[in-house]
């Protein structure tokens, strides 16, 4: 097998964060496509139809024009982010422009990385071709199942499994400097399985893994909804208790439509920090709602919030914790705020959303 047996994330030599926060400049900015996706996946919120009317949000893809202003606010910050992000919510090639918002931010010289995750609908050499072209440097590739019956229990989709592993082969062999990464749910497949599907895609990506289910989406019971008891993380550790979330110090994320979410696990829109059809992503970043959640998570506060107190993101699928710096890092905030005058302070006449969420 080619492939290094490694997941997606890169869990060792990461930035230790209690260094450098607060940032100026965000580490990752999430930006969505597209909000809507053609699998209707038992183990994802956005393959239930009925939770997304009961939100109410936008289901479709981002407007070009949102996704330049996005990549060119960047420019206000003090250095170039590290990675930008082309997903959140939805399948990514649902956007026909996917390989036009990948290339123009790959020409701006606000972004040093740029990556990817797909079901693998569109993975032909028609829609995926362009994409490599405009220089994308890692491509997720999520396999759900190693059967079209799989494919169809879990996803509600028709899938052609023999060309999806053949367009995997044609990525792989015209994917140029772009990583390739192909990665499985180890709930979908028998113990027999794993082996073959280490087999079918180890000699046609750079990294495989076969990772597990988790409840990362504080307002989804990913159990309920599958049958599948966890206890594991998602990459295989020991599930563990956290009470900061280190996402909202070096990323946050913008939705299809243009809201902007502090957390890319805001499924349901209640972590609503801004909008950048009408604000900049330097201010968003620095605003009154987005310090008044750091100010709640630095405080020991996150179980008080009805969103983030719920968060399996914390307990499954953390690469970081700075809980044992919590008390330090407060300080810094506090004096980052009263230092800049560009960086907005928690309170005022405008409460913070996340604290009348939680009460």
């Known amino acids: ?34 909000s809507a ?5 038992s183990f994802c919120p956005t393959g239930h139809r009925d939770m997304i009317a009961e939100t ?15 990549v060119d606010d960047l420019a206000a910050f003090d250095k170039p982010i590290k990675v930008l992000r082309m997903y959140k919510d939805g399948e990514p090639f ?15 010289k606000h972004i040093e990385y740029i990556d990817t995750t ?6 032909n ?20 199942g190693m059967t079209e019956e799989t494919y169809q229990r879990f996803t509600g989709f028709k899938f052609d499994f023999k060309t999806f592993v053949e367009n995997v082969k044609w990525t792989y062999a015209n994917k140029g400097n772009t990583e390739i990464v192909v990665k499985i749910p180890g709930e979908l ?40 008891k966890i206890s594991k993380g998602i990459y295989q550790q020991e599930v563990g208790n956290t009470d900061t979330c280190p996402y909202i110090f070096y990323g ?12 890319f696990l805001d499924w349901g829109r209640k972590l609503i920090i801004g909008d950048v059809r009408t604000q900049s992503m330097k201010e968003i970043w620095t605003s009154e709602r987005m310090n008044a959640l750091r100010l709640q998570h630095l405080e020991g506060r996150r179980r008080q919030n009805g969103v983030c107190g719920n968060c399996g993101q914390l307990s499954h699928c953390l690469p970081d914790n700075i809980d044992a710096h919590r008390v330090a890092l407060l300080d810094k905030f506090r004096k980052q705020v009263a230092l800049n005058p560009n960086v907005a302070a928690p309170g005022g006449d405008n409460p913070a959303f996340t604290v009348e969420a939680a009460e």
């Open 189 to 228: 497949i028998t113990e027999a399985q794993r082996q073959e599907f280490l087999d079918t895609f180890g000699d046609y990506c750079d990294r495989i893994f076969i990772e597990n289910f988790a409840p990362c989406w504080p307002e989804f019971d990913i159990e309920k909804h599958t049958g599948v």
């Open 252 to 263: 946050y994320s913008v939705n299809a439509d243009g809201l902007v979410s502090s957390c």
């Open 37 to 41: 996706c053609n699998f209707k996946c």
């Open 118 to 123: 797909t079901n693998g609908t569109f993975l």
């Open 125 to 144: 050499p028609e829609r995926m071709g362009p994409v490599l072209e405009a220089g994308i440097d890692k491509i997720n590739i999520s396999v759900d």
């Open 56 to 70: 109410g949000r936008f289901q479709g893809a981002m407007k070009y024009e949102v996704f330049q202003k996005i």
């Open 1 to 34: 097998m080619k492939a290094r047996l490694e997941p997606r994330i890169n869990l060792v030599g990461r930035t230790a964060l209690e260094t450098v926060i607060p940032l100026s400049t965000p580490f990752v900015v999430f930006a969505d496509p597209a």
């Open 94 to 108: 649902l956007n026909k422009r996917l390989a036009d918002m990948i290339a123009y931010a790959r020409k701006s």
